[in-house]
């Protein structure tokens, strides 16, 4: 069983709208957490890391938060635009031994 | 910036034969990885390597090798390729330890048949 899950495996939405995608994981002990992007044909590009103790990160219209009580991450996108459309990648960093847990990914589509 | 690159965007090979994916990257890394990734199994490492001439199993070693014989080349040979490697190849370097930021490459996909 993967240790980090991601939900929705896919989502469409229009251009503009907000969305929020989720992670849990049940790896532990945990370091940090990041959040990739990958555009179609190309390798994933980080888009936020948060270690244990932050709760959110932004980065532009990108907006991370975690809560490492519940084992549970968000990454939200604000005014969506079509150069979202990518897939959103979860990996969790094991403490103490750079072991790299990855999600399976979401894939979101926006939509003119 | 960092820059990662991959010998081949896309490679066609039949089973059985024998094949090199390369990877080079130009910021000193100390750190190289290989991963391959499909569609609902997310990432998946094969191996990786810390040093020059250094390298560590993934998760997903079988079928597979690596050679690290200059810091900023990471190559992965599949000594016999089978229709169940046929995937998306992903090389990946960082700084320091492991577990810091990785930086990806465009990635290779490959199609065995």
């Known amino acids: 069983k993967n240790q980090v899950e991601q939900s929705p495996q896919s989502l469409i939405i229009l251009e503009g709208k907000n969305c929020t995608l989720q992670c849990n994981y049940t790896v532990s002990p945990f370091s940090n957490l990041r959040w990739y992007k990958q555009d179609t044909g190309r390798g994933p590009v980080s888009l936020t890391i948060?270690?244990?103790?932050?709760n959110t990160k932004s980065n532009g219209r990108y907006t991370a938060t975690l809560d490492a009580d519940t084992k549970q991450s968000s990454l939200h996108i604000t005014a969506s635009q079509l150069s979202d459309s990518a897939s959103y990648i979860c990996?969790?960093?094991?403490?103490?031994?750079?072991?790299?847990?990855f999600g399976a990914g979401t894939r979101l589509t926006v939509k003119p | 910036d960092v820059k990662v690159t991959q010998s081949s965007r896309y490679l066609v090979k039949r089973t059985g034969e024998k094949v090199f994916l390369e990877c080079v990257q130009d910021?000193?890394?100390?750190?190289m990885f290989w991963y391959r990734q499909d569609p609902g199994l997310g990432l998946r490492l094969i191996y990786f390597s810390y040093d020059v001439k250094m390298k560590e199993k993934g998760d997903i070693p079988e079928g597979y090798s690596v050679s690290r014989e200059k810091k900023e080349r990471f190559s992965l040979i599949l000594e016999s390729a089978s229709t169940n490697q046929t995937s998306m190849y992903l090389c990946?370097?960082?700084?320091?330890?492991?577990?810091?930021?990785?930086?990806f490459g465009p990635g290779t996909r490959l199609t065995v048949l």
């Open positions: 910021m000193d890394h100390e750190n």
């Open positions: 990996v969790v960093i094991v403490y103490n031994n750079n072991d790299m847990r």
């Open positions: 990946a370097s960082s700084p320091g330890t492991p577990g810091n930021e990785q930086f």
């Open positions: 948060m270690t244990f103790s932050e």
